[in-house]
């Protein structure tokens, strides 16, 4: 129960966003159709129905908060780091469920009213969500399952750390040229394109850069 309430945030985010898909359970009509995918055009390109995007964001985040509440019980890395884990998970958990709440209660709102006019609220949710992943980044110890997790951050300490310092700063960069991106009219396609490369270069290069540091750890 102790440790259970470090989580008392992210459950907290749990119960409001299973209070909101209740509320809109009860106004949506019983053929609505939500939105579950949006291309780079901010256009949706994929619908479910509306039992299913009712359901599969509160399911959603339910496994998510199991699978970070539960890491001491199955990752073979958390005896190593235990202190730093129960640090960051907490922060993490939440983080994460709030900006799953956010998309899934925003896929809901576009079902029943329709797109935010004027801007791309998805872009701009997703820009928070790395905002605040990059400010946490490089506070999450070595694991498999949390993390830039690639062959050359795994076989090595160093290797992992100097990544997600780096890419804690690139992951922020990122979320702020999306948020950016969310408030241009995508009638700028100039605009848009030059930033969705500057975008994906920030999130790609951390794990090009794991593999240059340990090959001059290798040399």
Not at 23 to 47: C, E, S, T
Not at 162 to 178: D, E, S, Y
Request: with cysteine; proline share 5%.
């Amino acid at each position: 129960m102790t440790r259970l309430k470090k989580y008392k945030w992210a459950l907290l985010i749990l119960a409001l966003h299973l209070a909101g898909v209740l509320w809109f359970a009860a106004r949506l009509p019983a053929d609505a159709r939500v939105p579950i995918h949006w291309n780079f055009q901010n256009q949706v390109d994929g619908w479910t129905s509306r039992g299913t995007g009712l359901i599969w964001g509160i399911g959603l985040n339910v496994v998510l908060f199991l699978l970070l509440y539960l890491l001491h019980w199955y990752s073979p890395w958390y005896k190593k780091y235990a202190e730093r884990f129960e640090k960051i998970l907490p922060p993490l958990t939440t983080t994460l469920l709030a900006s799953f709440s956010a998309l899934s209660l925003y896929s809901l709102y576009v079902a029943k009213w329709g797109e935010v006019p004027g801007v791309n609220m998805v872009l701009i949710l997703i820009g928070l969500l790395f905002l605040f992943l990059g400010n946490l980044l490089p506070k999450v110890p070595k694991n498999f399952f949390v993390g830039i997790r690639t062959p050359w951050t795994i076989a090595s300490d160093a290797v992992w750390e100097k990544t997600h310092r780096l890419g804690g700063l690139l992951f922020v960069l990122a979320g702020l040229i999306m948020i950016l991106k969310g408030f241009v009219l995508p009638q700028n396609p100039g605009f848009q394109n030059i930033t969705t490369v500057l975008a994906l270069g920030c999130l790609l290069y951390p794990a090009l850069h794991s593999f240059i540091l340990y090959k001059k750890k290798a040399r």
